[in-house]
């Protein structure tokens, strides 16, 4: 006899970063956590924030089948202070993946956002909650709560791989994932991006005219003229 599948699969143990170390990312512009990444980092563009505009939390991960909002509820129900849930659901557009009471419980448990590659519904309800959330889109279509799904094990939401305990940083331009075991490195990467970038900043508000990156190439018998 087959067994049946189980309809949720969950990880015992999450390890989370030290919330200091994440506090260090506040503020940061999410192009410079990219730069310190080597110029990636970020999900899907599409995935925009619906409800505020910054976030920065540590991923608390959940896979949804298309239309089914039974992993993130499992995910809501073990979400801690500090948490961002992400939910990936393969980009499916077809239905919404949470509205705002679900969304409403996750933030009265201590999340401080939420994440999904697919979409959400109920918008003004949901600007209404305060909470950041980021999805691709929004539909009032309804989900179904039937499984099977995973909590807190790693997902690909927006192209990019993320695990439970990843550092997630939002703002205008979308949102980046730094994974946990890079943390150290990252932040290290970031002082040189600030300062570089400070450098540079104030060159150019002094007056700047010259792209240096392409003066030689452009002086040079590298570059064709034609009439």
Not at 9 to 26: C, G, H, K, M, Y
Not at 162 to 191: A, F, K, M, T, W
Request: with cysteine; proline share 6%.
């Amino acid at each position: 006899m087959i067994e049946e599948p189980p309809l949720l699969t969950i990880a015992r143990q999450i390890e989370r970063p030290d919330w200091e170390l994440v506090q260090r990312f506040r503020g940061v512009p999410t192009s410079f956590i990219c730069d310190a990444m080597g110029g990636g980092g970020a999900l899907d563009w599409r995935i925009k924030p619906i409800a505020m505009n910054s976030v920065l939390g540590v991923a608390l991960t959940c896979q949804c089948g298309p239309a089914d909002v039974l992993p993130l509820q499992a995910a809501v129900a073990q979400c801690r202070p500090g948490d961002v849930l992400v939910a990936a659901n393969g980009a499916f557009t077809g239905a919404a993946v949470v509205g705002d009471l679900l969304l409403g419980i996750a933030r009265n448990r201590g999340a401080v956002g939420f994440v999904t590659d697919g979409l959400i519904r109920d918008r003004n309800e949901v600007e209404a909650l305060e909470l950041p959330v980021y999805a691709a889109g929004v539909s009032p279509n309804s989900p179904h709560s039937r499984g099977p799904g995973t909590v807190g094990l790693p997902v690909v939401c927006g192209g990019r791989m993320v695990s439970s305990g990843d550092v997630v940083v939002g703002d205008g331009d979308g949102v980046v994932v730094v994974p946990r075991l890079q943390i150290g490195e990252v932040l290290r990467n970031l002082e040189r991006v600030k300062a570089a970038e400070a450098k540079m900043l104030e060159r150019v508000r002094g007056g700047l005219t010259d792209v240096e990156a392409v003066a030689a190439l452009l002086a040079s018998d590298r570059v064709r003229r034609r009439d």
